[in-house]
């Protein structure tokens, strides 16, 4: 399975990711960060370059304001992310701790991104299991139902005795290559002959879609001269953030509603222009608003606002 799997990867696998020729433990740990919720292609194309650039070094990231990280951060969504690396970044500086058990005590870090950065990072001899892993391990094993325990001790016991960072990688991409999640590629797979779930693929492939809640949410347009009126959120997950401040639904002033979907959250947003001055609000030109954190359902908000 080992020589097989590997010899796959040198072929196939994903080597010119950037986090992947890095032997910068902070650019690793960025990475997996961002990728938690987020595509490759994004990140790769809008994000982690840019957020490197500004942000160097954990000592960097450390001594920049908050809202500066969520401003490099809009439109990323989950911005608990930005803060737990803000907050670990504080606590670590200038250098992330080399063991799992320590990681795993920071913020934000579970224990597959303590084995990423061990692994990944640090070269050390770890297992790692993601979704994409966990899948492939799932088939592989003819496991029904695992527990994550139960997953992490297969990844454990199916480990590779000297090639573990190779061998992790090669699983990950094996996951999102071949072994997908509705349609897998087992014509393509280098574990084909030692797979339990070939035979039964249809017993090991879900089908169910992910469940959505529905939600309207109502928002205002204050205008003073040329600036509009934002307001911090306190809490959920665009906690610290500038917003169009929320009010109820409106019976005069609407401006439009658009569709934004946020994790679990398929919103309708609608928009009102109002004059009754609002409390606990300050006011920000459009120019100022760009450089400052505010969420992607903000600036469709704006969009929509400007486009009127
Ligand atoms: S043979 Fe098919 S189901 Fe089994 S690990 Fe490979 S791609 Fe996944």
């Not at 997953?151 to 960072?165: G, I, M, N, Q, T």
Request: aromatic share 12%; charged share 25%; net charge positive.
């Amino acid at each position: 399975m080992h020589t097989k799997l590997l010899s796959w990867y040198e072929k196939h696998g994903r080597h010119d990711l950037p986090w992947r020729n890095t032997s910068d433990v902070y650019h690793v740990y960025v990475s997996e960060v961002m990728l938690q919720q987020t595509q490759v292609k994004r990140v790769l194309e809008e994000y982690y370059f840019q957020f490197l650039e500004r942000f160097p070094t954990l000592e960097t990231l450390a001594s920049a304001p908050l809202d500066d990280v969520f401003s490099l951060w809009s439109g990323l969504g989950y911005y608990r992310r930005a803060r737990n690396l803000h907050a670990t970044a504080q606590l670590c500086a200038p250098a992330l701790p080399t063991t799992s058990k320590e990681l795993l005590a920071l913020p934000g870090i579970g224990r597959y991104t303590a084995s990423a950065i061990c692994s990944f990072g640090y070269n050390q001899k770890i297992s790692v299991v993601d979704t994409n892993i966990a899948r492939v391990l799932t088939r592989y094993l003819g496991l029904r139902d695992p527990k994550e325990k139960e997953l992490w001790s297969a990844a454990d016991s199916l480990l590779h005795p000297k090639e573990v960072r190779s061998h992790n990688l090669a699983l990950m991409d094996l996951g999102s290559l071949v072994c997908l999640p509705k349609n897998p590629l087992c014509d393509m797979c280098p574990l084909l002959f030692g797979c339990k779930a070939k035979e039964n693929l249809h017993l090991f492939t879900k089908t169910t879609s992910k469940e959505y809640i529905d939600q309207d949410l109502y928002f205002g347009i204050y205008r003073k001269k040329e600036k509009l009126a934002f307001r911090k959120s306190r809490e959920g997950m665009y906690k610290d953030m500038l917003e169009l401040p929320r009010i109820e639904f409106q019976e005069s002033g609407y401006i439009g509603t658009f569709k934004h979907s946020v994790t679990k959250y398929r919103l309708s947003i609608s928009l009102y222009e109002l004059e009754e001055e609002p409390l606990d609000v300050e006011y920000i030109s459009l120019y100022e608003i760009e450089r400052a954190p505010i969420s992607s359902m903000t600036k469709k908000a704006l969009t929509l606002y400007l486009k009127r």
